[in-house]
């Protein structure tokens, strides 16, 4: 059974600070996504990753994967408040429907 | 979102009555799923399809059902709610194309009383 952990679950941070949300993942993968989303809202796609070493960047947000280590990062530079919101990653496999199973998601606090 | 909608957005029903949420697509696509997400669990996968009349359990399957007649509809029903069904429950559709993108519904918020 696929299992998908996040840390740190709840994140506060500063206005121009850095941090790494982590996302852990037990079984190979075929991909990988990052999602946003605002307190009552759905779901935001933000990232998806394909292979191993995959980096993306959007603004200052960064995702990479490292699927020997079954590890996914999403790197943000410099927060600001804006960037505050929950973020998921997600895993899918293709032998098993193309589900995604999510981690639990991270809240993260962007303070002035 | 563009191309996919769920029926009602906001629903209070009472306990042990049946409740059935719509979702509904214009793309096309093949496969549809139903999550619902609840604090401290993120989203859990309750069944999807991949196909008219081709549907299966996820992770949190027990106390619901689903029927997909046409492409475009994936209803989820809810045979007797209980209080423990109380949640946001997002459809999603798979797209195509070499990063097969999943694009979530409004959501639903049920609440059983």
């Known amino acids: 059974e696929l299992k998908v952990e996040q840390n740190p679950l709840f994140l506060s941070m500063q206005e121009g600070k850095n941090y790494t949300i982590y996302c852990n993942y037990s079984?190979?993968?075929?991909?990988l996504y990052w999602y946003r989303q605002d307190p009552g809202k759905s779901l935001e796609s933000l990232f998806v990753?394909?292979?191993?070493?995959a980096v993306k960047q959007e603004g200052r947000l960064m995702a990479s994967l490292d699927t020997k280590a079954r590890l996914s990062t999403l790197h943000i530079t410099a927060a600001v408040h804006d960037l505050s919101a929950t973020y998921f990653c997600?895993?899918?496999?293709?032998?098993?429907?193309?589900?995604?199973?999510f981690g639990e998601g991270t809240q993260l606090t962007v303070n002035p | 979102d563009a191309g996919i909608t769920q029926s009602p957005r906001h629903k209070v029903t009472e306990t042990g009555t049946p409740v059935t949420l719509r979702c509904h697509q214009t793309?096309?696509?093949?496969?549809m799923y139903w999550y619902r997400q609840d604090p401290g669990h993120g989203l859990r996968l309750i069944h999807y399809?991949?196909?008219?009349?081709?549907?299966d359990k996820g992770e949190v399957s027990d106390g619901y059902s689903v029927s997909r007649s046409k492409t475009e509809d994936f209803l989820l029903t809810l045979e007797s709610a209980t209080s423990s069904q109380t949640s946001v429950y997002f459809c999603?559709?798979?797209?195509?194309?070499?990063?097969?993108?999943?694009?979530f519904g409004s959501g639903t918020r049920l609440t059983v009383v």
């Open positions: 990753l394909l292979s191993n070493g």
């Open positions: 793309e096309n696509h093949r496969y």
């Open positions: 999603a559709i798979r797209g195509l194309g070499s990063n097969y993108g999943y694009t």
């Open positions: 399809s991949y196909g008219v009349k081709d549907t």
């Open positions: 079984t190979t993968s075929d991909r």
């Open positions: 997600a895993v899918v496999t293709e032998t098993s429907g193309s589900r995604l199973t």
